[in-house]
């Protein structure tokens, strides 16, 4: 297998973009490979700038659930473009893709579309300070909600991989009001209501997927939201990732929570950039113009991009089996991957919600960002390459989350695990 053509646009890209990529993670860093550039891709297939093809786990890092170049989202995209790519005014395909997921998310009365889950976070974050009228957050330790100021503080991902979880550039003063709490633990939430009494609202990913998978116990979801409640502060789910990916009905519909706000993102965009926040109308009539609180975009609820999510999330709708299908081939990926790696005396830690699956190379249970720091990297590292190789492309940390989408088909999964079965005896024999 060759990659000359991607280690040559990789050199150029670097004189010209820092690292060479528009987000750190691409980089292959942590894995120390050099990255693979696309030059296109169909259905569960990446094609690489040298012609050589990978199974694709990544699929843009989770908005492409039913693969890459789906028809009718292909169709929606082409046929919106024939119709003006922008007009800074109000559009029908807004309306319609706000009904659409209204009528999935029980807590959603009211949804405002961004470009970004950054840009979501952001301003879910100054809605949940403008209604409470308090200044202070808390966030995971672990879990990523975008790259904003205040949010950039023990990030997991990215930020974990690159060992710098705040940034310079991020001023002590921005994050001061941001606590923090650790996964799956009510005592450590406790203490920062007990060390704050203006706390406006906690964010979660209900279901961490930026530290690895590590989905949130649904006891210690019912409790953080009592003790939200107790204390007057709102409980955001950060569904970027999890939002059509783990239920189509949202991470409440598979943990008895109801969030105050949910931010969502990936699928929401059918592989086009878009961003979302949603809560009870009560909460949204805060915002401008309805409300004071400011928030604001150029390209918000762009019609391409909605005709794409659109055309992706009716499609979800209308298939409800489709994620019970997908989680099945995610457990048998990981079962397959485990039962091989035991084999070579490689203890693996596995889990999947929906089309996500995570693996660990770990002894013990993962349940926080500190356990999944004890995952074996340079095994991963090794797993990582030695798969690249064979065809399979994984996300390059051991940070991130694998999705399936419906192009993967349940023959691609057992060749998925053959791969595993060479690559872990590669390994052991070194
Ligand atoms: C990806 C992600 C974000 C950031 O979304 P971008 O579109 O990359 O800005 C925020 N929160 C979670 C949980 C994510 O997975």
Redesign the pocket.
């Known amino acids: 297998m060759s990659t000359k053509s991607s280690l040559n646009a990789f050199s150029k890209a670097q004189k010209l973009i820092p690292g060479g990529v528009n987000s750190p993670v691409r980089a292959f860093s942590s894995v120390g490979g050099s990255p693979i550039f696309i030059k296109e891709a169909k259905g569960a297939y990446l094609t690489d700038v040298d012609g050589n093809n990978y199974v694709d786990y990544v699929q843009s890092?989770g908005p492409l659930i039913f693969g890459h170049r789906d028809e009718s989202i292909e169709a929606a995209v082409i046929e919106a473009v024939k119709h003006g790519l922008s007009f800074g005014a109000p559009t029908i395909a807004e309306t319609d893709l706000a009904e659409l997921v209204v009528s999935m998310f029980n807590s959603i009365d009211k949804i405002r579309f961004v470009s970004?889950?950054?840009?979501a976070?952001m301003s879910a974050i100054r809605l949940a300070r403008g209604f409470t009228g308090r200044d202070d957050i808390v966030k995971f330790v672990g879990c990523?909600?975008?790259h904003s100021d205040c949010l950039l503080v023990e990030a997991g991902s990215g930020a974990a991989t690159f060992g710098n979880p705040s940034s310079p550039g991020v001023p002590a003063d921005f994050t001061k009001h941001t606590l923090l709490a650790e996964y799956n633990n009510i005592e450590s939430v406790k203490k920062c209501f007990a060390d704050s009494s203006d706390i406006a609202c906690v964010i979660i990913?209900p279901i961490a997927?930026?530290m690895g998978l590590i989905p949130a116990d649904k006891e210690f979801l019912l409790e953080l939201k009592s003790v939200c409640e107790a204390n007057g502060a709102l409980l955001i789910f950060?569904e970027?990732?999890s939002g059509f990916r783990a239920s189509i009905n949202g991470a409440e519909s598979i943990t008895g929570t109801t969030p105050d706000i949910v931010t969502l993102?990936?699928v929401i965009g059918g592989g086009m950039p878009v961003?979302a926040f949603g809560a009870r109308s009560e909460i949204m009539a805060q915002l401008s113009p309805e409300g004071p609180v400011y928030q604001a975009g150029t390209l918000s609820g762009n019609p391409v991009a909605m005709a794409a999510g659109f055309a992706a999330l009716s499609k979800l709708k209308q298939n409800s089996k489709v994620m019970s299908v997908l989680n099945a081939r995610g457990v048998r990926l990981v079962e397959g991957m485990k039962k091989e790696a035991s084999v070579y005396g490689i203890d693996m830690q596995i889990d999947t919600r929906g089309s996500m699956f995570g693996f660990f190379f770990n002894s013990n249970p993962v349940k926080n960002f500190a356990d999944a720091g004890k995952t074996d990297s340079e095994l991963f590292a090794s797993f990582h390459a030695g798969m690249l190789k064979e065809g399979f492309y994984f996300a390059c940390s051991l940070y991130e989350t694998g999705f399936i989408s419906t192009a993967i088909t349940d023959e691609m999964i057992e060749d998925t695990i053959k791969a595993s079965a060479k690559v872990f005896k590669e390994i052991k024999n070194g």
């Open positions: 890092w970004s889950g950054t840009e976070v990523y909600h975008g990913e997927g930026n950060d970027v990732m993102g990936k961003g």
